[in-house]
């Protein structure tokens, strides 16, 4: 099986003034052609970080990264653009959307640096557009999209130069139940075609549709397992389950918080709803997903 992403040793400190902060402590890990792999943790365990290393936008402090076998820490500036305009897509966490251009500018945009003709352009946002169901907001201006039209709008703009390999940084965040759906869709689309996905998430719903999911947490892989195949190992079972164990403590800590800032009038009501039910449905997951763990 092809190995796509190789990462060796990999430790990532940023300095801080005069500190250093450890971001990864030698994480090694390897995905192939055709997967969809998963990296779940809490925040601050490091998957942002390690995502950032694998699309080459930085570099680690010691060990290797290779993508489709180039050493990412030999490459220029020049054949990292290039390999991130022709071969890998990413959606980021914070979605690098121009506010100010249509969502169809947004989609465009990279094909258009890529040299694609005009019909080939047409076309292609079309067909995601299609698949992500924001076929009504290729017209808009993003910054008069919500949030979750903007995460689908950057997904597609991400997919439009048809990469190999997808690195997605928690893009389900802002989507409803059934835009989950669609996304994971697409997604799985992409590998059954022989492209790779990366995804990091929180959300048990996500990795659950993964071929592996890759449990980091402080900076350190804590283990590996298969969703659908779940190891018999009792140190693994016992890892994943003081895992959503953690985070349902965390989600209700998170409410606790929310509701004090309403209460402060820090956050008006429908911000206070909105971020309110996000942690109630995340809980609900968290819960299933510790039933069956059980």
């Known amino acids: 099986m092809d190995k796509v992403v190789v990462v060796e040793d990999v430790v990532k400190v940023y300095t801080i003034g005069d500190m ?3 971001a990864l402590r030698g994480v090694s890990l390897e995905v192939f052609k055709g997967e969809l792999a998963i990296v779940m943790g809490p925040s601050g365990s490091g998957k942002t970080t390690l995502l950032n290393l694998i699309a080459g936008l930085d570099k680690p402090s010691s ?3 290779y993508v489709f076998g180039h050493d990412l820490t030999r490459l220029g500036e020049t054949e990292l653009n290039n390999l991130r305009l022709h071969r890998i897509g990413v959606v980021f966490q914070f979605l690098n959307l121009i506010s100010r251009l249509t969502a169809r500018e947004n989609i465009e945009l990279p ?8 019909e080939y352009i047409r076309n292609r946002v079309e067909e995601l557009a299609s698949k992500l169901g924001i076929e009504d907001k290729l017209d808009k201006m993003v910054e008069d999209l919500s949030g979750g039209e903007q995460q689908r709008v950057a997904i597609a703009a991400a997919l439009a130069n048809d990469p190999e390999l997808v690195l997605a940084d928690e893009p389900t965040a802002e989507l409803d139940s059934e835009n989950i759906k669609k996304v994971l869709s697409l997604f799985k689309e992409l590998t059954e075609a022989g492209k790779t996905v990366i995804i990091n998430t929180h959300d048990p719903r996500v990795a659950r549709e993964g071929d ?3 449990l980091l947490e402080d900076g350190v892989l804590q283990g590996i397992y298969r969703p659908r195949e779940l190891t018999s190992e009792v140190e693994s079972s016992k890892t994943i389950s003081e895992y959503i164990s953690k985070r349902l403590e965390e989600l209700r800590e998170e409410r606790e918080r929310l509701i004090e800032e309403f209460r402060k009038g820090g956050i008006g009501p429908e911000e206070f709803i909105k971020r309110y039910n996000r942690i109630k449905t995340l809980e609900e997951v968290f819960r299933d997903e510790f ?3 059980g």
């Open 291 to 293: 039933r069956v763990r």
């Open 212 to 214: 592996r999911v890759f």
């Open 63 to 65: 060990g290797s990264i």
């Open 20 to 22: 250093g902060v450890t």
């Open 111 to 118: 094909m258009m640096v890529a040299g694609k003709s005009s």
